[in-house]
């Protein structure tokens, strides 16, 4: 599976971005398929995700509210981003693993599409 991001760029405090991740395969309902994001000088972190199957979605605590994840009928994943702050600014990536994982670990995530940029201003 290959991945492909985008929707990133820069934008002030308090408003919205919505990311997509176009996989090369359609049967994203069957992984595991997330957001991580990493800042410079910052270790990698999980942002959102969402199991196969039925979709049950998970978000850190530091987002929660304000972003949220989603998947169409075939191969893209979003993920909608309001009330943007300033702490919010990182490179974001997709990933996605076959079968289910535990959420928001980036260690078990096995394909990973390139990071977007995401800037927000105060």
């Known amino acids: 599976v290959q991945l492909q991001a985008s929707g990133g760029g820069l934008v002030q405090a308090g408003g919205s971005l919505r990311l997509s991740c176009v996989a090369s395969?359609?049967?994203?309902?069957?992984?595991?398929v997330g957001w991580f994001r990493q800042a410079p000088g910052k270790e990698r972190e999980g942002v959102s995700c969402m199991k196969p199957g039925a979709g049950r979605t998970y978000s850190a605590d530091s987002v929660k509210g304000r972003f949220s994840i989603s998947r169409d009928n075939g191969n893209t994943v979003f993920l909608q981003m309001n009330d943007l702050k300033p702490e919010d600014t990182a490179v974001y990536y997709c990933a996605v693993d076959y079968g289910s994982r535990p959420c928001l670990q980036a260690r078990l995530m096995g394909t990973w599409g390139q990071g977007t940029q995401v800037t927000v201003s105060s």
């Open positions: 395969t359609s049967n994203l309902g069957r992984y595991t």
